[in-house]
């Protein structure tokens, strides 16, 4: 498989499980994926200017990495919409996630197909930045439902 075909199904293939999600929990989570995405793109961006990384390729025509627009928001709909309401068992599987995110998949599938490579920062770093930003994404969604709760209180 050429790298434009993987990374168009690294697009594609996660939005596809969003429909097996009921309707409430996208509602209620899309949010804090929204805001996990954000928060990539400008680490992404960052990294690449700061050289902590270099992209190599990228989907045509996206200029940024294709799974920060798909494997990112999905993965953080599907974490919060298992784990929310249990912050240990949310930054258990977040810290799998991350450790296989930045060992296993860009540390070895992107840097295999020579797609993304890591520059002056390693894996570890990358670990470090995405399980803060999950604890980040978590405290946002404490705050979504808070700010949710009083308005249903209010009408």
Request: without cysteine.
């Amino acid at each position: 498989m050429n790298n434009q075909l993987f990374l168009w199904t690294l697009f594609i293939l996660p939005w596809i499980t969003v429909f097996f999600m009921q309707k409430e929990d996208i509602k209620r989570f899309i949010p804090a994926a929204l805001l996990s995405t954000i928060i990539s793109i400008i680490v992404v961006e960052v990294g690449v200017t700061l050289n902590w990384w270099v992209v190599k390729e990228s989907a045509y025509p996206l200029r940024n990495l294709s799974y920060i627009y798909s494997l990112n928001p999905v993965i953080t709909l599907w974490l919060l919409r298992f784990t929310y309401g249990q912050f240990r068992l949310y930054l258990a599987l977040d810290i799998v996630v991350n450790l296989g995110f930045s060992y296993f998949f860009i540390g070895f599938i992107l840097k295999n197909r020579d797609i993304l490579q890591y520059t002056t920062l390693g894996p570890l770093h990358v670990f470090v930045i995405t399980t803060v930003t999950g604890i980040l994404i978590y405290g946002y969604q404490m705050w979504q439902d808070d700010i949710f709760e009083r308005g249903y209180r209010r009408s």
